[in-house]
Nanobody, 121 residues
Framework: QVQLVESGGGLVQPGGSLRLSCAAS????????MGWYRQAPGKQRELVAT???????NYADSVKGRFTISRDNAKNTVTLQMNSLKPEDTAVYYC???????????????WGQGTQVTVSS
């Protein structure tokens, strides 16, 4: 059983910073890409940032220059540092991992339970 557990959400004023963390645990053979997605009320879930096992990153245009994604392959964790936060960044943020739970298993996508980020004065 694989679990992704997020932490670090909360309420912050515009211009502030938050750091989200996600830890993958359980039966894991190999993790390929990890990432963060978000979903605001009434909107579809959208990509925020992804990072491969080799460290290649991809960001949504709306967060480039403000957010930084990083991962620790040894600890199976991914972190999202969010700076210069704006009210439009308010959403539930979900951790995502593309992984193979066992050597004989297919690659599957797993999701965390989500953590609320609210940017408001």
């Amino acid at each position: 059983q694989v679990q992704l557990v997020e932490s670090g959400g909360g309420l912050v004023q515009p211009g502030g910073s938050l750091r989200l963390s996600c830890a993958a645990s359980g039966s894991i053979f190999s993790i390929y890409a990890m990432g963060w997605y978000r979903q605001a009320p009434g909107k579809q879930r959208e990509l925020v940032a992804t990072i491969t096992s080799g460290g290649s990153t991809n960001y949504a245009d709306s967060v480039k220059g403000r957010f930084t994604i990083s991962r620790d392959n040894a600890k199976n964790t991914v972190t999202l540092q969010m700076n210069s936060l704006k009210p439009e960044d308010t959403a539930v943020y979900y951790c995502n991992a593309d992984l193979r739970p066992m050597i004989i298993a297919p690659r599957l996508t797993y999701w965390g339970q989500g953590t609320q980020v609210t940017v408001s004065s």
